[in-house]
Structure formats: C-alpha cells, structure tokens
C-alpha cells in the first residue's frame, strides 16, 4: 500500500534547519515506511500511489513519542495529592508507608484484566494526542510474579492497540514490605528475576529509581550489572530528590536515559555528555510535586546534551495523560523553546529508548506520523488544554478516526 500525503506543511526534524521545516512538502508512505519526503513541486514524476490525502496546508510531524511512563498500576492516589496540598512532604509519605506502596497494594489486589484496562484506556488518552510509541515501566508489583504480570500487561496493550510499546523493567523502583530493612536482600532478588523476564520477551530496558527514598548507588550499580549481563540498556530516575551521583554511574553503563534531573551536578552532565545519555525531563512531576529547582537546561543546552520530554505518568508524582501539556510546560517552567519541546518528544525520545528508526520524517524510517490542525509547530508547544490531533498514521496504517 502506497499513500501520497501532499501540500503539508513538513515538521520533519530532520537535520539542523529550524524544524527541519518543508514548506509545502509530500511525502510517501510505501507500506510501514516513509519512501520519499520533500518539497511538493519536487515529488518524482510518474509515481503510482494507491491513496493521495490533500493536507491542504496543515502542519505534519512525526508520530509523538512518550519515553517514560508508569502506566500499569491500579488505585488512584487523590488522596495523598489532597495530604500533599495540607503540608504533607511527597517523601514523608513514601516513608510512612505510603506513596508507590498504597500503588503496589493495589495493583497486586487487580485481576489480568482490570490491569489491562487501566493501563490500555491510558494508552488511548495518550494516542488520541498523536504518541505512536510509548514506554511503560513496572514497578507497582514488586515481586518476580507481579512484576513479570505487569510487563506482560504492557506487552498486550501493544497487541491490541494501534502502538509501539517498549518496555522497562523497574523491580527497583521502591522496597517492598515483605523486605523492610533488608534492601540489599531485595535487590539481589530483582537481579534474579531479569533473566526470566528477558528470557520471556517482556524487557526492553533496565531502570532504577535512585535517591534517598529510592535505592542507593550501589544498589543501583549491581542492578545495571545485571542488565549488561543479559545485553539489556539501562536508564536511571536520577537526581530527581537529591544528588545521589547517579547520572555519572548511569553513563558509565552507557545508559539511554537519565530522567527528571533537578538536582543533577556538572559531572552529571559532562559524563552524560560523553556517554551520549539523553536527558529526560519530566515537567509534570516538577509541577505536581511543587519543586522549586529546575533541572540545569542551559547547561545541558551548552553541553549539547539531548533533551527529551514525557508524562512520567504515574498515580504519585505525575498523573498526567497529555503529552502535549508536558510541551507546554517544559517550556513555560524549563525554558525550553518550543522546538527543543517538540525534537524532545520525538528525535530525542527515540533515541531515549535506543530507537533509530522514529521521531524524524525521512526516507526509510517509520511511517508514524500526526496531521494537526494548527499552521506552524510552534503551536503545538504553545496551547494547552486543547487536542490539534487530527489523523495519525501508525506504521504507515491510518489508525481509524
Ligand atoms: O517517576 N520517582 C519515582 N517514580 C515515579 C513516581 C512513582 C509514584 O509516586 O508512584 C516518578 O516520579
Ligand atoms: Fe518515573
């Protein structure tokens, strides 16, 4: 099947030209691919399509992007937002026995199938904005079987949906009861639950979370030896509360990402940058939980390290079902440009998940691709509380309207 997509106005952000912009361009989709991209009254001559579509001028990018979600959990947590607007401290719940543990209690008390629900009818919140591909950690189960039950949930909602899942593997993401006071015991049981769920196909990724109500350094560090020992690329929750160092242990396992980053230092930065570790941000954590320090963007800017964006969404810090609100954001509270917002929902999300084949419209990557109605890309960033998503194309397949 061959679609011809004429009169766009091209966000292709592709090369370094502002937005890689095309005025007026076409594009070919020839089965899951884009075959030609380019000006209009440039299209090659003679060329048989099956489908033409007139975007009449509205503006085209790549499919979006969501490099970081929590998104198989049940339970909500409204409640601690309302103790959290009385005072309460985001990790004096956590240590109270709050937080993520309220989540994994729910989420172990779900069937297979409320799961599945849940996290697929979060899926289609995040699809009816333009995202193509979605990453979705575990994290709320917290032992071998639920966390494998988690990840086999996240594998299924890529089944049954429009959309590319990859997935992460987080065992390390709080203590589970069962283990109070014996953390170290508990990480090495995550270590041992890895090659299982490698060996079953439901891991992409490795992550931990690092900080003070999180995991130590060299809890974290064992993990990721785990992960490099079955060939699996890791990324990090770094420096989202604290300093812990760890976007410098992150690079030197060459991670993908290391996301939130609020607190993260010069050598962070400089040993990402040389790692070429992508710097996710997550604006909607930042605005939920309140923070006041922003993560350093002008010297991740200056450092030319790759900034990305996504929900995070999850029911604690961030739960957040637009990604194009994060745009918004990232902008109005990190100072990003509406540009570096939208190549960090795209280009640099892919690569944030080790994806060279997305985020770019060009000759030989995917067919993921958004028609809004809006004129410039710029207005993507630039609105909020309002969905330009018009028709997405997945694969080179148009998904149904
Ligand atoms: O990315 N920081 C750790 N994990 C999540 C929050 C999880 C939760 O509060 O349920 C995050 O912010
Ligand atoms: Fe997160």
Redesign the pocket.
Known sequence: MRTLLRHAELATLSGATPWGAIADGALMIDGAQLRWVGRDAELPTGTVVDAEVDAGGALVTPGLIDA?T?LVYAGD?AAEFELRLQGAG?ADIARAGG??RA?VAATRAASDAELFSLASARARALMAEGVTTLEIKS?YGLTGHEEARCLAVARRVAHELPLDVRTTSLGA?ALPPEFDGRADDYIAAVCAWLPAQAAAGLVDAVDV?C?TI?FTPAQTRRVFEAARALGLPVKL?AE?LSDQGGAVLAAAFGALSC??LEHLSAAGIAAMRRAGTVALL?PG?FYFLRETRLPPVEALREAGVPMALAT?H?????PALSLLLMLNMACTLFRLTPEEALRGATVHAAQALGLADRGTLAAGQRADLVLWDAAHPRELAYRFGHNPCRRVWHAGVERPR
Not at 314 to 318: H, L
């Open positions: 970081h929590h947590r985001y937080g993520i989540t994290g993401h979370f900080d999180g929750h989202q996301d939130h997550l954590a995070d999850n029911p604690g810090s961030s």
